[in-house]
């Protein structure tokens, strides 16, 4: 009965371990912060919707959208805001923490299967440590954003499912064997 027990203990640690995973890369898949520009000499509006590697950006004047962009990577990260515009992550002086959170968002990843393959106690400890990492970084940006500019934030589902993977990955570590 003890050795069912056990093993159903293990199956379980494991299973949180692999759910925290699926947060996490869910997380990287979503976006994790929008952002409402407003321009207080026109009456238009920017709708930014952040991720780590990528935003979407919509840009409304009098409540009727205009324009859709996405953007990517060195383009998202390092290109320079243009005169009435949102304000760039370089300009917001962002675009090396959002670097930062893409690279421990994959880093928690490969701690998490890490984790998830391997026995030793240290090892399950460090996909939470990368996750709240991650969860700071989210939270020094918005802070820096809010700091800078005009704007309306909310968080979105990528900062949630950091946040419960997270949780996931501090069960899966301190489950007694």
Known sequence: MNECKRNSQISLRKILIALACCFSLASILFPFLTVTYYSIIREDAYFVNYWSYKA????TRL???FK???IFFDTYWFEV???YSYPSLADLKVSWI????????????????AA???KKRKIKVLPFISCLSVIFLM????????GQTYCQQKFELGFWLTSASAFLFLLGAFLRR
């Open 81 to 83: 805001g243009k005169p």
């Open 63 to 65: 409540g009727h959208a």
């Open 116 to 118: 998830f393959l391997m």
């Open 68 to 70: 859709n962009e996405t």
């Open 56 to 59: 979407t950006i919509t840009y």
């Open 139 to 146: 939270l020094g940006i918005m802070t820096q954003i809010q």
């Open 98 to 113: 959002t670097i930062t959170v893409f690279l421990a968002e994959i880093l928690t990843l490969c701690f998490g299967v």
